[in-house]
């Protein structure tokens, strides 16, 4: 038969401490002790790895907008190339339309000449 008795226990969270009457009770007491320390552990692990994905997302952010800034320069580059490509183009169209103009005088004048 087994006897079993009222007991008043004080449970202290901040120390980690379980009191009866008689003073500590040492195996519950190392038990939660034991816990408190592995949830210490496992709070350090997980703020670590919401650090680690904070420094992850703001490497990623700021890839992202060196690849947009990238991109928009070469974009530019290319639109004043595509400009510069156009102008050239417009002076050529006019030295051509030019030469050609003069070529036409030129055939006109001859075949003028050749009349008389």
Do not use: P, W
């Amino acid at each position: 038969s087994v006897e079993l008795k009222k007991t008043k226990v004080t449970v202290d969270e901040q120390n980690c401490t379980i009191k009866d009457q008689n003073g500590v009770i040492q195996g519950l007491n190392t038990e939660l002790h034991e816990r408190k320390v592995v949830m210490k552990e496992h709070a350090e692990t997980i703020l670590s790895l919401k650090n680690v994905i904070d420094a992850l997302k703001k490497s990623q952010h700021n890839e992202m907008d060196a690849l947009k800034k990238s991109q928009h320069h070469e974009m530019d580059a290319l639109k004043k190339k595509y400009r510069a490509t156009k102008d050239d183009l417009e002076v050529l169209k006019k030295v051509s339309n030019e030469m050609s103009n003069e070529l036409q005088e030129k055939k006109k004048k001859i075949l003028e000449q050749e009349e008389f």
